[in-house]
């Protein structure tokens, strides 16, 4: 029995704490030495919050544990996140202590609604055409940040929870040359780090307000790691 619990255990640290490594593009030094950039800064738009389940589920597992998540989720859609867009500023306050021309772009930005891109040029490109942007608020470079996962995250093992909900925010974000798409800056937060503990009860139907302030805190984490590496 003693086994099987360490073996739950194991299970659920990889769950929680391994996956995808972060992917990323180092922002070059002689960047802040440019000052005849005009940046945008705008964010995607803000996916709604779920209930994120890791670990091998069956398809049975999974309708299971769907029913059982249904007030979370309930609860999480309705969530307010538009804290992320404080974002924003803060890579708006960093560019302009470098003497950096930037401009906050309010409205999100729907990558949906934009034309696919593909070139045979070297280099790492965007996968859709950001270049009407530019004409649109007269810039020529784009900070992109956004919201990949947001909600909880909890690690399974088929119908069984190997432990409590944790808050959740994985984002990454993406300086854009807007004359050619290329990337000159990616970073993409691994799991690990997108990760904030629920602090004492979480399952308070249905308000859960101890859920609620460790979304958030993964969201303000978000934005902290995103510029900290922006800042190198």
């Not at 602090?199 to 307000?209: A, F, T």
Request: hydrophobic share 40%.
């Amino acid at each position: 029995m003693n086994k099987n619990i360490c073996l739950l255990v194991a299970i659920a640290s990889v769950f929680l704490f391994g996956g995808c490594a972060t992917t990323k593009i180092g922002l070059k030094q002689d960047f802040w030495q440019s000052k005849n950039s005009k940046i945008g800064v705008a964010i995607s738009q803000i996916p709604t919050a779920e209930p994120y389940k890791a670990g091998s589920q069956g398809l049975l597992d999974m309708a299971i544990n769907n029913a059982l998540a249904s007030s979370l989720k309930a609860h999480l859609q309705s969530m307010d996140t538009k804290n992320f867009s404080n974002a924003i500023d803060s890579f708006i306050s960093k560019l302009s202590e470098k003497g950096i021309s930037a401009i906050r772009i309010v409205d999100p930005i729907d990558q949906t609604k934009l034309e696919k891109y593909k070139t045979d040029a070297a280099g790492k490109f965007t996968k859709v055409d950001f270049k009407p942007i530019a004409a649109k608020y007269g810039i020529n470079q784009l900070v992109l940040l956004t919201i990949d996962r947001i909600g909880t995250i909890r690690p399974y093992y088929g119908f069984i929870p190997l432990g409590s909900p944790a808050g959740l925010c994985q984002a990454n974000g993406q300086l854009i040359n807007l004359g050619n798409n290329e990337l000159l800056w990616l970073y993409t937060m691994s799991d690990k780090e997108s990760q904030i503990p629920v602090d004492g009860e979480w399952n308070q139907s249905p308000d859960y307000p101890n859920v609620d302030k460790a979304v958030q805190k993964a969201i303000k984490n978000a934005i902290t790691v995103i510029r900290n590496d922006f800042s190198k």
